[in-house]
């Protein structure tokens, strides 16, 4: 079997850039043209190769620190380098899969998020809030969800978007999974009104928060 080096995955990621998709990526801030099944059929084939998976990051492409991230094994990592990836993810995608896949599943998670919490870069600012939106459901007990919320309340409006996005999550995380603070977020949101307009297709949950907590809880309740 041959060897797969970072050579043969760019010429793989090569062979599958479609430029329709390319497009369709674009309109989302992401420079790749790959359909992300195909990319993550090529990780599967691949398997765990954390020497690789850095060295396909190192090349700054796009797909290959998507395929990076899906070969790499998140707990080799120092928070160092975690740091520094996620200031370097200016792809959402990227930035996406790099908190949920590689960060999430750190032993640095919780010293990391703290770090990034009031850091003036959005992408590290964003990746402490979406580490909150996973705290407030999985580990409520370690956050301080009316703080969180005095936050959210005097700093959503004004946030640069990325932050914004990560912020209105957390909002909606609360009011869906503690209702003790619903109505608040409910109110927060509806006075705030972030994303209120935001486009969504038909049969799809508004990231609006109200919509998104109430239609949550409905679906709990039946």
């Known amino acids: 079997m041959a060897e797969t080096t970072v050579d043969t995955v760019l010429a793989d990621l090569a062979a599958l850039d479609d430029p329709r998709m390319r497009e369709v990526n674009a309109s989302r801030g992401d420079d790749?043209?790959?359909?992300?099944?195909?990319?993550?059929?090529?990780?599967?084939?691949?398997?765990?190769?954390?020497?690789?998976?850095?060295?396909?990051?190192?090349?700054?492409?796009?797909?290959?620190?998507?395929?990076?991230?899906?070969?790499s094994r998140?707990?080799?990592?120092?928070?160092?380098e975690l740091n520094a990836m996620v200031r370097?993810?200016?792809?959402?995608?990227?930035?996406?899969?790099?908190?949920?896949?590689?960060?999430?599943?750190?032993?640095?998670?919780?010293s990391l998020c703290v770090a990034w919490f009031d850091d003036?870069?959005?992408?590290?600012?964003s990746a402490a809030w979406s580490l909150m939106s996973d705290a407030v459901v999985t580990r409520?007990?370690?956050?301080?969800?009316?703080?969180?919320?005095?936050t959210i309340e005097n700093e959503m409006r004004d946030a640069p978007d990325r932050v914004?996005?990560?912020?209105?999550?957390?909002?909606?995380m609360i009011g869906i999974h503690h209702p003790e603070h619903r109505a608040r977020a409910l109110d927060i949101g509806e006075r705030l009104g972030v994303l209120r307009d935001y486009p969504t297709p038909p049969n799809c949950t508004s990231p609006f928060a109200p919509l998104w907590i109430g239609e949550m809880v409905r679906r709990q309740n039946t």
Not at 74 to 80: C, Q, R
Not at 120 to 125: F, M, N, Q, V
Not at 140 to 150: F, G, K, N, Y
């Open 164 to 172: 914004q996005w990560a912020m209105n999550t957390t909002l909606a």
């Open 32 to 71: 790749h043209g790959v359909n992300l099944t195909k990319l993550r059929g090529l990780a599967k084939a691949i398997k765990t190769d954390h020497d690789l998976a850095t060295a396909l990051w190192a090349t700054g492409d796009t797909a290959a620190r998507l395929v990076a991230i899906l070969v």
């Open 120 to 125: 003036d870069d959005p992408t590290a600012a």
């Open 88 to 110: 370097q993810s200016r792809s959402p995608k990227v930035h996406d899969w790099l908190v949920r896949y590689v960060v999430k599943k750190s032993p640095h998670t919780e």
């Open 74 to 80: 998140p707990k080799a990592f120092t928070a160092d």
């Open 140 to 150: 409520p007990e370690t956050v301080d969800i009316r703080a969180l919320l005095d």
